[in-house]
């Protein structure tokens, strides 16, 4: 059963690339986020994000940083058959400046390639099945500056993207990725670009790999071309509240706007679709922090042609050791949703 899901799950993955050309959904793996404390918050963290994680949903929020972080996430999606990971890491360089640099693969390793699994005289040969991997890549280098503008915190991203599939195709892509931020008296409140000049990704096919099994099977050989990932963007309000001498709370409301046409989301429309999503987060003396979140609300329609709203509620847990932090989410609860993700952790570590 198991390697059936990851035939099938393959099957899909390069039955996409078919429609090479088109751009909604380009390079959705940049889509699921970074670090668990963010996912737990149902991604609602573009004003309050201040660790490494920054480098993906702020970068201008790492002149916050007191000291140097680094941050490692593991997600398993599929059963286990896809594995998502993260490192990341930021520095402060002087009182004014920060920069930062981010790896995240999304990958299916161990997928047997049965194509040479018949020899020359129609015989079944298991020894000619070859295991091979697909993975994304993305490499993010950040940097922000203190006050630019009348208070606004600024910081950007370069993006560099490596997508292949076994030795069979690869691509390469290159992007940027621009942020701000402001304190204003309580509020907080900021925003980020992603994809602001658009990111392009070039792919290339080796036909040397599949081209005889294709022409046995009539298929259509795939060309080498180009997919466009255009701008969206997400932007947040964030408020601290102090409730006593050992509790307070922090909450954010997100507003994620994309421009690729009509999406299923709360607002839609052929021109832009807005999805909502709120987080909040529990601090008890800056030992553990409780989190919870709504996000992917959506309407939906019935077996009974009748509308509703879905959501996915989203908890997790933060524990803090002195320089040490281990934060753990719990996604996807009671399956309110499509997404496949359910347990999460990260471990970051301030260097002093």
Do not use: C
């Not at 529990?282 to 989190?291: A, L």
């Amino acid at each position: 059963m198991y390697n059936k899901l990851k035939y099938l799950f393959f099957f899909f993955v390069f039955l996409s690339f078919s429609g090479i050309s088109q751009t909604k959904y380009s390079n959705e793996f940049l889509q699921i986020g970074a670090g668990a404390r963010s996912l737990s918050l149902s991604k609602a963290v573009v004003a309050s994000s201040l660790n490494s994680s920054s480098v993906y949903w702020n970068p201008s929020a790492l002149v916050g940083l007191n000291q140097s972080e680094m941050e490692l996430m593991h997600a398993s999606y599929f059963a286990g058959i896809a594995n998502f990971n993260q490192f990341s890491y930021a520095k402060k360089i002087n009182e004014t400046d920060a920069v930062g640099f981010m790896l995240l693969r999304f990958g299916v390793d161990d997928i047997m390639n049965t194509a040479n699994l018949i020899d020359n005289n129609g015989n079944v040969d298991y020894d000619r099945i070859e295991l091979f991997s697909t993975a994304d890549y993305a490499f993010l280098f950040s940097f922000a500056k203190k006050d630019v503008f009348k208070g606004f915190d600024v910081g950007g991203n370069t993006k560099i993207i490596y997508r292949h599939i076994g030795d069979f195709a690869n691509a390469i892509g290159f992007g940027f990725d621009v942020s701000a931020q402001k304190q204003i008296g309580e509020w907080k409140v900021a925003a980020i670009v992603r994809d602001a000049t658009s990111t392009y990704n070039s792919w290339t096919f080796n036909m040397d790999k599949f081209e005889e099994v294709y022409s046995q099977t009539g298929n259509e050989l795939p060309e080498n071309s180009s997919e466009i990932t255009i701008p969206s963007i997400q932007t947040g309000v964030n408020r601290s509240f102090k409730l006593n001498d050992n509790f307070s709370v922090n909450s954010e409301l997100d507003l994620d706007i994309h421009f690729d046409g009509e999406r299923n989301s709360l607002i839609s429309s052929s021109l832009f679709s807005v999805d909502p999503h709120f987080g909040s987060e529990i601090k008890f003396k800056e030992i553990i922090d409780f989190r919870f979140g709504i996000g992917d609300i959506r309407s939906e329609i019935d077996f009974n042609e009748e509308e509703y709203i879905s959501l996915q509620p989203n908890l997790g847990i933060g524990f803090h050791f002195d320089n040490l932090y281990i934060d753990y989410a719990l996604t996807n609860l009671g399956d309110f949703s499509s997404s496949m993700y359910s347990n999460l952790f990260s471990l970051r570590y301030s260097l002093k």
